[in-house]
């Protein structure tokens, strides 16, 4: 029996599609192609691993396994604000773990977590490469360096103003 | 497609205009302002700073001046740094609203502006860069270019002497003489392990196989370190000649570079100079007109640590997970999809085209008996100049932490200093004169490792710190085998309790026995090193370890569990600002009864303590 | 003669096979290194690194199961070092794990339990956090229990290597790492197709079958019920191994004696089914290829590759015979003509299968098997879950007298027999279909070219005056193969046999679990496939239309094979599944 049935090709998005086309059908490509939805979507939508599964013709438990390993990849989208603290050992070192507990404390989430609100959401990182301005926190990839209690409060206070 | 004699002609004509980056001489009529765009710099704002000098010049019609970006000066924690050549004087913490004066007072009225030259660590004011102290004991083999040239022209590179080497190479060596070149050069990896590099291009190349890869390792895992970073995003063409080089060597007509997608300026940079050098005729078919052909490809990494591994990398480059694969056999005999696979991290690569050029001899006869050339650090923590420093092999620590860094900032002691990162150990004061190289590190229970070096002063508990590490570890570990996987965890839930005052007479012990087995058992360097944080704390630092167990004391604050806030009545001035600030509203009493804090809801957090402009509360 | 490797092992010589590991190289000389990750043929990745060896010469330590032999090494596995280690790591596994042996279903067969006693382990010194603990419990096949697992990959090799499926695989990193489905899901929702190897290939009870007896015992309580009970040919040479007798055991008499015991109103051999279906097959076949019809046909007896093709090839859906399997045709003549004939109410007829499968619990309650609105089957229960039972009615089941099935329909042929192992059902097919096409009788009737473990098996029969071929494969790993095959239209078989599991049905997710050792030192598959050809050798009646019970049937009930009563009962058709319902 012919299967009649086109759900699949109708529901293709087509940034999806977009991406899809710079790659071959090949497995060795997953992680680029997941690099390049992570940074169209800010995450990894679950039709994506199901229009990649189909495409790169790999099973979903394997995608799912790879996008889980790779800390770069998140499954659910960020907040607006995105702030993520620095934890690498020079910033750790000037005292980021304060800055951070500082951010949580703030926005009354753990990391990894989003406001309900979905404006803010918060990270930590490691080495930004901008030891010299250690402690070092980002929002939104601004960075805000040789950072404070004081710094946090104005920085979130900023944003907790706008939009 | 350029020719060899269009390349050569460049170079000759190139080097005339760039001459003033190099020497200066007063004469010209050109200046260059040179702004750093390194990542510190970049954050600090220095794009805005070029936009700025940009829009100005054009606004007052000033020609002759041209800004130029840069990669990174070294002196990070001075940024963002603007050099005017060909006087060469150094601005340091320049902001953007600072261009005006500077075009204004130095381009046009050809005056200094004094304020924003920069304090040495002597209180001097330096007017050069090389002035500075810290640049006095430091040696520039790989960081070369970076600060002197555009990273993004590749006439620039090409100005000093890029792609020299490569020329050489496939006009007048045979791939036998230039892996005899490499051995003899003494260099080797400047990933952590130390293998000699020569004799890895020896196996990739004597390993069968037709389709041979050669892979530069840019991952950068250490956390706190940005040596490969800055060389990329500074000199991302001598990393790229170095791999064509290599892939000439061992037979190889394609490379990889795999980057960490946190590193976007690297990436982009790397990828502008593979199409430049495509452009150029450079990269592809018929190189320089022989029948050497070589390809490129950049290739993310998506944040794992264990990625740097170059097993985990291969996998990863692959497109799966980067869980390590078990050695033999080695990546020189089956690498990437298993064909023979040449891996070497950046700075190698980096040292490669100098090597060629000035010969081995030049190179070996830098650094000590085991440890040829220069070594890159990435310079942090507590001390006062935190940046990038280039120094030759045999430098002691104390010469790195203190002439070149300055010594430990506010008055505070120096206790310690990490080098080699999550797998290295921490070092104290007694060992501050060992002479850097490979072994005299792993000696004293650490590791040169990528290049990593965070100095901490008395204010850093040790055991804190080394369940800082671990908690990295925890994190990273791919989970592949039971000692790393449940391991490590199991030792940082030990240091955890320790920490919090839970500590108990055996967990020593029982730390050692975990790290034996985990160092001896694990499948990859990361679990064989990552017991060497705790190892190295409780060799050196074995008391503050007790005191946390059985006098549950922590005597630098530093862990939460084991201090109390409390406000100092004779010195609060019972004006209510912490009161305010206590997030958990842990602070009782009234400005007439003056304050206290309930010990039970305090969770530390440090805040009233920050906020007292008093100094009240410890 | 292959090549020869001399190595020292604690001071012992021996001499293997080139290519042979460490870890094998030294059960040679009854040195049992314990393992815990390694399978044979299905996992050696180096793991879980309880096998560690020190060998001379080479840095640190390795581990045996995943490193070759080599001329002249050294190997020493018994050092108060290693012992240390080892004692450590089984120490750390233990401590993440949820301990529950009195509760847990592979209480006494558990790979981990025995490391645990063998070590003398009585204090747990590292305990900490334990790793997940979500149980998925959705599916009518497998269990999924988090805690019990000890991340040793083999299920994930079963799964993506060997059955070419990956519904399973390692997501997360470090102490986080858990086998998962995508996105958590259920079994019940990915491509699984409850074939069962991942149970099969698991050390510990982290996987299980859905467990039936409950359901059953009630119903055999039930004095208002009529309980029937079928069973596969698979099961009968493989239960005793759950009652410590030898691997290949044929039990058949015992095991009806126990069933008889526990209650069962009525025992039925599936062999008689098996029969039946052959009939069918063997007609369809035989119309396809007269009336030009889409060839090849393929098998249909393995809900496990049953599902595999609706949702990875649904377009090949009309290559599949449309016979039910043998004990779904049988449920439905028990609950008609078996009913009619003894006077029964159907409603109260309770089926139980016991099959070496968990898939046939999936397919039991699919809408396709259903007649009249009754399910074909009631119950199905795997060989592990039958043990359990005879164990729980007490009986002390290695001295059982044989008993025989019961009449009317009890009889089966050899043909039914060998359908539990792979290139079973083409065999007995292709003895009938000869002798139907040629009017003649068959003189050699064992094909041994079907028969053996190569993955895909290819034959060309004679028959007559013309030729058919036929392939046969075992293993959704090998299946796919076959597949791309027909897919590109580069294949000119007209009949094609598919088991899900590798091995076939002898080899099924529900058969008794040979722990990491015992599949070291025996041959599971051909002890098991020998048993089912000495029956097979042992039965007077060795082709299916000669089974005086099935020929009775067709004269009495249904007419002829294809007829229009066989069609609506021993038929049906399939339909495209997604694969994933997320
Ligand atoms: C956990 C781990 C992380 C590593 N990370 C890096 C890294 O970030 N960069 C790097 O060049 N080498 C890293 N290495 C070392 C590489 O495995 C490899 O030895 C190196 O890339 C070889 O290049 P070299 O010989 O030029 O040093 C790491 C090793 C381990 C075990
Ligand atoms: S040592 Fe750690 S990182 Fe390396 S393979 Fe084992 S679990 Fe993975
Ligand atoms: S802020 Fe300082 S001075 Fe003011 S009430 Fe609090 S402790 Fe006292
Ligand atoms: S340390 Fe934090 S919680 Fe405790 S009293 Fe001060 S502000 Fe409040
Ligand atoms: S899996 Fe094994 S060790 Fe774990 S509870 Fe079950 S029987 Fe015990
Ligand atoms: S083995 Fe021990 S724990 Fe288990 S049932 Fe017997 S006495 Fe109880
Ligand atoms: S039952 Fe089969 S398909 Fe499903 S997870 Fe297990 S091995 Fe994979
Ligand atoms: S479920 Fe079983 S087979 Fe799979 S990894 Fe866990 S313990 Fe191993
Ligand atoms: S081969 Fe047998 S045991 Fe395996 S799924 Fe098919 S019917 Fe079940
Ligand atoms: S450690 Fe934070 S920027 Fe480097
Ligand atoms: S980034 Fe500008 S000096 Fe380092
Ligand atoms: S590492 Fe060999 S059995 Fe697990």
């Known amino acids: 029996m012919e299967c009649k049935c086109n759900c699949n090709s109708n529901m293709k998005d087509e940034k999806m599609e977009q991406i899809l086309q710079k790659y071959d059908a090949d497995k060795n490509n997953l992680i680029q192609i997941l690099n390049e939805v992570q940074e169209a979507y800010g995450y990894i939508p679950k039709n994506a691993q199901l229009e990649i599964s189909e495409y790169l013709k790999m099973p979903m438990a394997e995608i799912y396994g790879v996008i889980t390993f790779y800390a770069r990849f998140i499954l659910k989208p960020k907040g607006k604000y995105n702030i993520a603290v620095c934890l690498g050992t020079a910033c750790y070192v000037k005292g980021s773990e304060k800055i951070l507990d500082r951010v949580k404390q703030r926005l009354g989430i753990d990391v990894g977590e989003t406001t309900k609100d979905g404006k803010f959401s918060i990270e930590s990182t490691r080495c930004i490469g901008a030891c010299g301005l250690a402690p070092v926190f980002t929002v939104n990839g601004e960075v805000y360096g040789k950072a404070t209690i004081e710094l946090v409060d104005k920085v979130i206070d900023e944003y907790m103003n706008k939009d | ?618 | 003669m292959p090549e020869m490797i001399k190595l020292n092992i604690d001071g012992i010589d021996v001499e293997v096979k080139k290519g042979t590991s460490v870890l094998e190289a030294a059960r040679k000389i009854n040195i049992d290194i314990p393992t815990l990750c390694f399978l044979k043929e299905i996992n050696a990745a180096g793991d879980c690194r309880m096998c560690i060896v020190e060998i001379e010469g080479r840095r640190g330590l390795v581990p045996s199961c995943n490193t070759k032999v080599e001329e002249g090494m050294i190997v020493r596995t018994n050092t108060e070092q290693i012992n240390n280690y080892r004692r450590v790591i089984l120490d750390l596994i233990l401590s993440s794990h949820n301990r529950d042996c009195l509760t847990c279903v592979r209480n006494g067969n558990c790979e981990l339990q025995e490391l645990t006693k063998k070590f003398g382990i009585t204090n747990i010194e590292f305990e900490g956090t334990k790793v997940n603990n979500t149980i998925d419990e959705i599916s009518p096949s497998i269990v999924r229990d988090a805690s019990k697992c000890i991340m040793c990959k083999r299920c994930v090799a079963a799964c993506k290597n060997v059955q070419n499926i990956g519904a399973i695989d390692v997501a997360f990193r470090g102490f986080e790492s858990r086998i998962s489905t995508t996105n958590d899901e259920s079994l019940n929702n990915v491509n699984c197709t409850f074939c069962g190897q991942c149970i099969e290939a698991c050390p510990v009870g982290a996987l299980k079958e859905k467990d039936d007896t409950t359901k059953v015992w009630k119903k055999i309580r039930d004095k208002e019920t009529f309980v029937v009970v079928q069973i596969a040919p698979a099961v009968r040479v493989a239960l005793g191994e759950e009652f410590e007798m030898p691997i290949g055991t044929n039990v058949t008499g015992k095991m009806i004696t126990a069933l008889k015991m526990i209650g069962f109103d009525k025992i039925f051999d599936t062999n008689t089914a098996a029969d039946i279906t052959i009939m069918e097959e063997a007609n369809e076949l035989i119309e396809r290829i007269n009336n030009k019809e889409t060839l090849p046909m393929i098998t249909s007896c393995s809900p496990g590759w049953i599902k595999y093709i609706e949702m990875n090839y649904p377009e090949l859906l009309n290559h599949l015979s449309s016979c039910k399997s043998p004990h779904e045709m049988f449920g439905a003549l028990l609950k008609t003509y078996y009913a009619e004939k003894e006077q029964l109410d159907p409603k109260k007829m309770f089926v139980v299968s016991v099959m070496p499968c968990v898939a046939k619990k999936f397919e039991r309650q699919r809408n396709e098997m259903k007649n009249n609105e009754f399910d074909n089957v009631d119950a199905v229960i795997t060989t592990r879950e039958l043990a359990r039972m005879i164990k729980q009615a007490n009986i002390e089941f290695t001295t059982l007298e044989d008993s025989s099935f019961d009449s009317p329909i009890g009889e089966a042929t050899g043909a039914g027999a060998i359908f539990g192992t792979t290139g079973g059902v083409m065999e007995a097919a292709l003895r009938t279909a000869y002798e139907k096409l040629t009017g003649k009788e068959l003189e050699k009737i064992e094909f041994e070219d079907v028969r053996g473990k190569n993955g895909i098996k290819k034959a060309t029969i004679q028959i007559g005056d013309s030729y058919i071929n036929v392939a046969v494969a075992h293993g959704l790993g090998n299946a796919k193969e076959i597949l791309e095959e027909i897919k590109a239209k580069k294949a000119d078989y007209q009949f094609v046999e598919i088991m899900a599991c590798p091995g076939g049905c002898i080899m099924g997710g529900g058969q008794p679990i040979v722990n990491s050792k015992k599949r070291l030192d025996n041959d599971v598959r051909q002890l098991r496939a020998n048993a089912l050809y000495d029956i097979d050798e042992k039965s007077k009646i060795r082709k299916s239309h000669q089974n005086p019970y099935v020929i009775k049937m067709y004269e009495e009930y249904l007419d002829c094979p294809g007829s229009h009563k066989a069609h609506e009962l021993l038929h049906t058709h399939y339909e495209k599944k997604t694969k994933y319902n997320i």
């Open chain 2, 1 to 618: 497609m350029k020719t060899l004699e269009e390349i050569r002609k460049i170079r000759e004509e190139k080097i005339k205009e760039l001459d003033i980056r190099v020497n200066s001489s007063e004469n010209v009529k050109e200046k260059h302002i040179l702004v750093c765009h390194g990542t510190g710099c970049t954050s600090s704002k220095s794009p805005k700073i070029i936009e700025n000098f940009r829009k100005i010049l054009e606004e007052k019609n000033i020609e002759n001046v041209r800004v130029i970006q840069t990669g990174c000066f070294g002196l990070c924690s001075k940024g963002p740094i603007v050099i005017i050549r060909p006087e060469d004087v150094f601005y340091a913490m320049v902001t953007p609203e600072d261009c005006e004066e500077i075009i204004n007072t130095h381009i046009i009225e050809g005056k200094i502006v004094e304020r924003l030259l920069c304090k040495d660590t002597n209180n001097t004011t330096v007017k050069k860069l090389d002035e500075l102290n810290f640049y006095k004991k430091q040696k520039r083999i790989a960081l070369k270019n970076c600060g002197v040239i555009d990273p993004e022209n590749i006439d620039e590179y090409i100005a000093f002497d890029g792609y020299k080497a490569l020329e050489k190479v496939l006009l007048e060596m045979s791939p036998d003489e230039v892996i005899k070149e490499v051995t003899s050069s003494g260099l080797r990896g400047r990933g952590g392990a130390g293998f000699l590099t020569g004799k890895k291009w020896e196996f990739a190349k004597i390993a069968e196989g037709k389709q041979k890869y050669v892979v530069c390792n840019a991952d950068e895992g250490d956390p706190g370190a940005f040596m490969d970073r800055s060389i990329l995003e500074g000199d991302p063409h001598c990393v790229l000649e170095a791999m064509m080089i290599a892939g000439y060597s061992i037979g190889a007509n394609k490379g990889y570079i795999y980057v960490r997608a946190e590193y976007p300026i690297a990436v982009q940079r790397f990828q502008k100079a593979i199409d430049q050098a495509k452009e150029y005729g450079i990269l592809g078919k018929n190189i320089f007109g022989t029948d050497f052909e070589f390809d490129l490809e950049v290739r993310l990494g998506a944040g794992a640590f264990v990625c740097g591994e170059e097993t985990a990398l291969l996998e990863s480059i692959e497109g799966k997970s980067g869980r390590p694969r078990l050695k033999p056999p080695f990546p020189a005999n089956s690498g990437l999809w298993q064909k023979p696979t040449l891996i070497n991290n950046v700075e190698t690569y980096a040292n490669i085209t100098k090597i060629i050029l000035n010969g081995a001899d030049w190179y070996s006869n830098i650094g000590t008996e085991t440890s040829k050339g220069t070594k890159v650090f990435a310079l942090g923590g507590n001390v006062v100049n935190v940046g990038l420093v280039e120094v030759p092999m045999g430098t002691t620590l104390r010469e790195i932490v203190f002439d070149i860094g300055g010594g430990i900032p506010n008055g505070r002691k120096f206790k310690a200093a990490q080098t080699g990162g999550p797998s290295g150990g921490c070092i104290p004061e007694e060992h501050l004169d060992t002479h850097i190289d490979y072994e005299s590190l792993a000696q004293i229970g650490s590791m040169m490792g990528s290049g990593g070096l965070i100095v901490m002063d008395d204010s850093k508990c040790m055991v804190n710190l080394a369940k800082f590490y671990l908690g990295f570890t925890v994190d990273e570990s791919c989970g592949k085998c039971t000692p790393c996987r449940i391991g490590t965890k199991r030792m940082l839930e030990i240091l955890e309790r320790i920490t919090e005052g839970k500590g108990q007479e055996e967990d020593i012990e029982k730390l050692e026995i975990l790290a034996d087995t985990i160092k001896k058992t694990s499948v990859c360097g990361l679990g064989q090193t990552a017991p060497n944080p705790v190892l190295s704390t409780l060799k050196y630092f074995k008391d503050e370890y007790l005191a946390h167990i059985e006098n549950k004391a922590c005597s630098t604050k530093e862990c939460k569990a084991l201090t109390k806030m409390q406000i100092d009545s004779e010195i609060c001035k019972k004006c209510g600002l912490c009161v305010r600030n206590c997030p958990v509203g842990a602070i009782v009493g009234s400005r007439e009864e003056g304050f206290k804090i309930d010990t039970e809801k305090c969770i530390k957090c440090g805040l009233c303590a920050s906020k007292c402009n008093f100094k009240a509360i410890k």
